[in-house]
């Protein structure tokens, strides 16, 4: 009888609860004025972006409810913020040069207080990378908290650094072309060494994928931590790699039009698959891949996810940059006037629906019994 009672209660709960969640993204407008706001970075529900405020270039910080101005500096100028949970990290004016900014959740630090540039920082749960001028070149720094150290020290540029943890990679000229740099504690390994470009390198945990020229194209390279492959190896040109976990993406020039690829641990998978349209710009985070398209007369924002592909944009304006972290996506949208932030969210499941999935399991108990 009891058993009967459950199945009747999973039955009825089943009956009326929603559709699944899954593939249904809503989209917020996260700004709306006159003004333009750029480049948009998203860590779980927290969103931030540079804007102009009517005076100069601000950062903004949304944190799932409110929208706060956590730069605040009136009369210079702050761009391009990345963030990590609470963290935000970017780099602004000081009247002389720029220079290196952290928000820890409450409080700003200035890194850096020098008379040469400091641009384009990172950051992780617990350190700061960046590259600053040395009086001769751009040089890699990193700040693990509470000391800055120099990590790169040479006579040609150091680059477009990326940080996992306290593992920090760049892209580093040799005086020839450019090779791939890891940092970790405190030894530098170079990942690459040939005679042709390797560029953008992105890491997560020890892994670490970027694109490099192999004597017929352009093709996508991973290092697991102890060798280097061809993750692409394909007869088409690919580019700038993004990875999470052991997920790989990037986009392919496939002569006719450009295609955003997968790997994950087989073949590389084409998940765009759109004849004749331009695909780019692809990030990667767990199950979901985010990137920008053509659809023939504008550039939209589409993502794959475990419910397939979906186009989250249809308008008659372009939308670009997205990037994606878990279930929240970001980009930035031209509305015809100027350039607004947008946040794409995977609803929460109902009561309703957690309350069947739990007497499914409580009826799947019973019947063990």
Do not use: K
Not at 72 to 79: A, E
Not at 132 to 145: F, K, N, S, T
Not at 295 to 321: C, K, P
Not at 354 to 361: I, N, T, V
């Amino acid at each position: 009888m009891a058993r009967l009672l459950i199945t009747s209660l999973v039955a009825c709960a089943l009956l009326w609860m929603p559709a699944p969640a899954e593939g249904q993204w809503t989209v917020t407008q996260l700004t709306d004025n006159g003004r333009d706001d750029r480049a948009p970075q998203v860590s779980g529900s927290n969103v931030v972006w540079y804007g102009d405020d009517g005076n100069d270039w601000e950062v903004f910080l949304y944190n799932g409810g409110t929208t706060a101005n956590i730069s605040n500096r009136d009369g210079f100028d702050d761009y391009r913020p990345q963030v990590f949970g609470n963290r935000v990290v970017w780099f602004g004016e000081d009247g002389t040069d720029d220079e290196i900014f952290l928000y820890d959740g409450g409080s700003v630090t200035q890194l850096t207080d020098n008379s040469s540039y400091d641009r384009f920082p990172q950051t992780s749960a617990s350190h700061v990378v960046w590259y600053g001028w040395d009086g001769h070149d751009a040089e890699i720094y990193l700040y693990d908290g509470s000391t800055t150290t120099q990590l790169s020290d040479n006579a040609y540029d150091d680059t477009d650094p990326r940080i996992s943890g306290d593992r920090v990679v760049w892209q580093g000229f040799d005086g020839q072309d450019y090779e791939i740099y890891l940092y970790h504690g405190g030894t530098t390994t170079q990942l690459s060494d040939n005679d042709t470009h390797d560029a953008a390198p992105r890491i997560s945990g020890d892994s670490v994928v970027w694109w490099g020229f192999d004597g017929s194209d352009y093709e996508v390279f991973l290092y697991d931590g102890s060798s280097t492959s061809n993750l692409s190896n394909q007869d088409a040109n690919d580019f700038s790699p993004s990875i999470s976990g052991s997920d790989v993406v990037w986009y392919s020039d496939m002569g006719g039009d450009l295609e955003v690829f997968r790997y994950d641990g087989g073949g590389p998978a084409n998940l765009s698959n759109r004849s004749a349209n331009d695909d780019m710009s692809a990030e990667v985070s767990g199950d979901c891949v985010v990137w920008q398209g053509d659809d023939g007369g504008d550039n939209e924002v589409f993502l794959y996810d475990r419910a397939g592909v979906t186009q989250l944009t249809d308008n008659v304006f372009d939308e670009g940059t997205p990037h994606v972290s878990g279930d929240y996506v970001v980009w930035e949208a031209w509305d015809g006037d100027d350039y607004e932030v947008f946040l794409a969210v995977v609803p929460e499941p109902s009561t309703l629906v957690l309350a069947a999935l739990a007497l499914l399991g409580f009826a799947w108990y019973a019947r063990r019994r």
